[in-house]
């Protein structure tokens, strides 16, 4: 895989753009709201939250990278919605403190990555291993979700 400045950039870019998303809303109000939810009783992700996510952010950009580098339409496409819906659906969330939106938006994620995934056993198995182990942890993911969206009616 050669290296190629512009695509970095891009790659780079599309995933800031998400992440300034995600971060505007991420303010004392929000903290506040989700530290006063009720939390299932393994919730990991309290913890983890935003270390995971920025780590989920830096994989997901090696792979938009790889993806822009062999100028692959359709896993190009799917892979900027992911990022853009990782970075809207935080913003949703603590700005109508609406469980069930940022559940649902989140689920289809869970739909997309799997297309991503298919298109990098065929292409790179590595990459398509990290995706693997990613849609591993969405299952905990929205278990979670899922479990804190019926406790917070």
């Known amino acids: 895989m050669e ?6 950039l891009v790659t780079i870019g599309c995933c800031l753009i998400s992440l300034i998303i995600a971060g ?4 004392n109000e929000a903290k506040e709201w989700f530290k006063n939810l009720k939390h299932p009783d393994n919730a990991l992700m ?4 935003n270390k995971l996510g920025f780590i989920v952010f830096l994989m997901f950009g090696v792979v938009l990278y790889y993806l822009f580098i062999r100028k692959d339409i359709i896993p190009i496409i799917t892979m900027i919605t ?3 819906i990782m970075g809207i659906s935080p913003f949703f969330l603590y700005k109508t403190k609406n469980l069930k939106l940022f559940f649902y938006s989140n689920l289809i994620i ?4 799997p297309m991503v995934i298919f298109f990098l056993l065929q ?6 291993i990290i995706v693997i182990i990613y849609q591993l942890w969405i299952v905990y993911e929205m278990s979670y979700w899922y479990r804190l969206m019926k406790m917070n009616r």
Request: aromatic share 14%; no cysteine.
């Open 123 to 128: 292409t790179n198995l590595i990459l398509a």
């Open 24 to 27: 505007k809303s991420w303010n």
């Open 3 to 8: 290296f190629n400045l512009l695509t970095l």
């Open 46 to 49: 309290v913890k983890f939250m």
């Open 110 to 113: 869970f739909i997309l990555v």
């Open 82 to 84: 992911i990022v853009l």
